[in-house]
C-alpha cells in the first residue's frame, strides 16, 4: 500500500493531458498561432522518368510516382497578439506621458502536457499623451522561432497587465506534418502595414513583406 500511495503521489506532479490542463485566465484578449516556414528533411514528389538514346532513337520510360515523406523537425514561427487597448495606461498629467507594462509568456506542451518550450518578454511602453490614442488602437506582437519534432502539441499564451493585474490567456492544438504535395503552406495569414506609432513588436528577427514591415492578424483565422 506503501508503494501504491508512492506512485499515486508522483501521479499527481505528472502534467495530464492537454484537455486536463486547468483553465486560463480570460480578463484580456490573447490570441496565438504557429506559422509553419519548412520542415528539415527531403520532401520531392512528381513521376520519375528515365530517358536514354539507342539504335531506336530516344526512348522514355516511366519509372512511377517518386514520393519522399519529411523526416526531420518542423521549423515555425509563434505568435501572440493582444490589444493594447485592454492593457491598464498609467497617465501622468504633470510630465505629460503615459505608461503600460505588460508581460507575454509562450509555452508548448507536448501530448501529455509538459512544457517541452518556453519563452517570456516583459514589455513597458511610454510615450507622450498626445500619442497615447494611436497606441492603443494598435496591438502588442511577440513573435519568437521554433523547432518542433514531429508531434502533437498545444500552444499557450499569457499576456499580464503588470499594473492593473489582469491577465488572458489561450490555448490551441498543434500537429506538425507536411504539405499538400507541391503546395507547401500552413494556412493564410492576414496582414497590415506595421505602424511604429500604434503596434509594439517583440520579435527574435523582422516580420516582412518586399522590404516593408508588417503586423499579422490572427483573427479570424483562414484555414
Do not use: C, M
Not at 484537455?19 to 480570460?26: E, K, M, T, W
Not at 526512348?59 to 512511377?64: R, S
Not at 488572458?168 to 503546395?183: I, N, S
Amino acid at each position: 500500500k506503501a508503494s501504491e500511495q508512492a506512485g499515486a503521489d508522483a501521479d499527481v506532479d505528472k502534467p495530464g493531458p492537454a484537455g486536463q490542463l486547468p483553465s486560463l485566465p480570460a480578463d484580456l484578449p490573447v490570441h496565438t498561432r504557429f506559422i509553419r516556414i519548412s520542415s528539415r528533411g527531403s520532401q520531392t514528389f512528381g513521376t520519375e522518368r528515365r530517358v536514354g538514346a539507342g539504335r531506336g532513337g530516344i526512348t522514355e520510360v516511366d519509372g512511377g510516382a517518386n514520393f519522399e515523406d519529411t523526416t526531420g523537425p518542423t521549423r515555425g514561427l509563434l505568435f501572440v497578439e493582444s490589444p493594447l487597448s485592454a492593457l491598464h495606461f498609467d497617465i501622468d498629467d504633470n510630465a505629460g506621458t503615459f505608461q503600460a507594462r505588460a508581460r507575454v509568456t509562450q509555452i508548448v506542451r507536448n501530448a501529455s502536457g509538459k512544457i517541452v518550450w518556453q519563452a517570456a518578454k516583459a514589455v513597458t511602453l511610454r510615450g507622450p499623451l498626445r500619442k497615447l490614442e494611436l497606441r492603443r488602437a494598435g496591438n502588442l506582437y511577440y513573435l519568437r522561432e521554433v523547432q518542433l519534432p514531429a508531434g502533437q502539441y498545444t500552444l499557450e499564451a499569457v499576456v499580464e497587465d503588470l499594473i492593473a493585474g489582469k491577465s488572458g490567456g489561450v490555448r490551441e492544438p498543434l500537429r506538425t506534418g507536411r504539405g499538400l504535395p507541391g503546395f507547401d503552406v500552413s494556412d493564410a495569414l492576414l496582414v497590415r502595414p506595421f505602424n511604429g506609432a500604434g503596434d509594439r513588436f517583440e520579435a527574435d528577427q523582422v516580420f516582412g513583406y518586399d522590404g516593408d514591415a508588417i503586423s499579422p492578424l490572427l483573427d479570424p483565422v483562414y484555414r
